[in-house]
């Protein structure tokens, strides 16, 4: 599916390549690989490898990359991408209207994901870090669940590392139990099953949270992908009319958003606007369009953390996207109950500096919350909360100031 797909890499701006890696050997063939946007440099002195977060794919970081190559030339960035990226159909980026495509997208087999767990991730991931390394020396950097996952890879081959940074994220705490990682667990959006079930096939492979299933994923990929084209073209929005671009925008934005994890400040939709009874049942406060009369819906740039135009640029990339839309269930689960996956991954120290970056409106608004003296004992540590972001801000927010800091921090490492 993706072989079309990667014959564009050429034609990528701002000297982007995107390559597939060697991966753990599952038996699978062609989808025993991960991926790399990368952003190259001549000669560089550092790769910053970044891990992405759930459901997150390789653009989530094109606009952290593109502050970095700016401040630092000789920094090479590589975007990851776990192996679940090769089951997505990206056929429909290259058609005219990727919407039509999407609305009828019929799922690949879906039974390999059974089989994709810790200990293939960790793998794959260390053979991305090996090709890397030819390059220059290799940073770890891993956002939301993807520092969960920078974190074990620490502990398993963190010799291999010149340095590791966590945005945003860290392991859970507390893990989850032996019997619920086996058995399964209730949760707010019901019951879960366990490894157990998984193994003998039972239960869905993929992770589905609430409106978030691979349709909805690739739907509002492609949503965002015409937009980011087509900006101030009108389209239909319930029973109003609004421009592609704040049809886009009102899906992510904070002001808006039912989930907050997921929310990005970009701005606000020009419409009239009431209280959401669904955000109010949550304890928030989220407002809810109900359209200009006898207007489009349309989007204002109000100055906020991130710029809402550049943000749908970095879903603009028909081989790769912003979404995993086939999340590993068996990942998700192995990370949250690590101690018991039989690897004998445990607390390690690192014979150079953590640095550690939280959003203050994100997953870890407070610094003890990353417990980086338990992760990394005898370790020297950094942490920094950003105000004023969400967890999405820190990695597209417009001053870049996450790329300022972990410039700084390679400079402490003796990198550019």
């Not at 949760?187 to 239960?203: D, H, I, V």
Request: aromatic residues 8%; charged residues 20%; glycine residues 10%.
């Amino acid at each position: 599916m993706r072989a079309l797909a990667l014959l564009l890499s050429a034609s990528l701006a701002m000297a982007q390549e995107y390559i597939p890696l060697p991966g753990a050997d599952t038996g699978q063939g062609p989808l025993d690989r991960s991926y790399a946007l990368i952003y190259t440099a001549e000669r560089p002195r550092a790769v910053l490898l970044l891990v992405p977060g759930l459901l997150g794919g390789s653009t989530n970081f094109a606009l952290l990359a593109e502050h970095l190559g700016r401040l630092g030339p000789d920094l090479e960035v590589w975007a990851w991408e776990r192996r679940a990226n090769g089951l997505e159909d990206r056929r429909g980026f290259l058609l005219e209207d990727p919407l039509a495509y999407y609305r009828s997208m019929a799922e690949p087999d879906l039974s390999p994901l059974r089989h994709w767990g810790l200990e293939v991730h960790l793998k794959d991931l260390d053979l991305a870090v090996d090709a890397a390394r030819r390059r220059a020396p290799v940073v770890l950097v891993g956002h939301s669940l993807g520092a969960s996952l920078a974190t074990l890879y620490a502990w398993a081959q963190g010799e291999k590392l010149a340095g590791l940074v966590l945005l945003d994220g860290s392991l859970p705490d507390p893990p989850l139990s032996r019997e619920a990682l086996w058995e399964g667990t209730t949760t707010p959006f019901g019951p879960l099953p366990g490894l157990r079930a998984l193994l003998l096939g039972q239960g869905d492979p993929a992770f589905r949270p609430p409106s978030l299933s691979p349709r909805d994923l690739a739907l509002a990929e492609a949503e965002a992908f015409l937009a980011a084209r087509r900006p101030l073209e009108p389209v239909p929005f319930g029973p109003y009319r609004a421009t592609r671009e704040a049809r886009a925008l009102l899906r992510v934005d904070d002001h808006y958003s039912l989930l907050p994890v997921f929310s990005v400040s970009v701005g606000r939709a020009w419409a009239r606007e009431g209280l959401s009874l669904l955000g109010l049942l949550q304890g928030r406060v989220v407002h809810t369009v109900r359209g200009p009369r006898g207007r489009v819906v349309e989007w204002r740039d109000t100055g906020e953390a991130t710029d809402p135009r550049e943000f749908l640029r970095t879903f603009a990339l028909p081989e790769t996207g912003f979404s995993e839309w086939y999340f590993p269930y068996r990942l998700l689960l192995e990370v949250a109950g690590y101690p018991h996956t039989g690897l004998g991954l445990g607390p390690k120290a690192l014979p150079y500096p953590v640095l550690a970056l939280g959003a203050a409106r994100g997953l870890i608004p407070e610094a003890q919350a990353f417990r980086l003296k338990s992760l990394f004992p005898d370790t020297q540590a950094r942490v920094e909360i950003l105000k004023g972001l969400t967890h999405l801000d820190l990695l597209t927010e417009r001053e870049g100031r996450t790329a300022r800091i972990l410039l700084a921090y390679l400079q402490g490492l003796g990198l550019p």
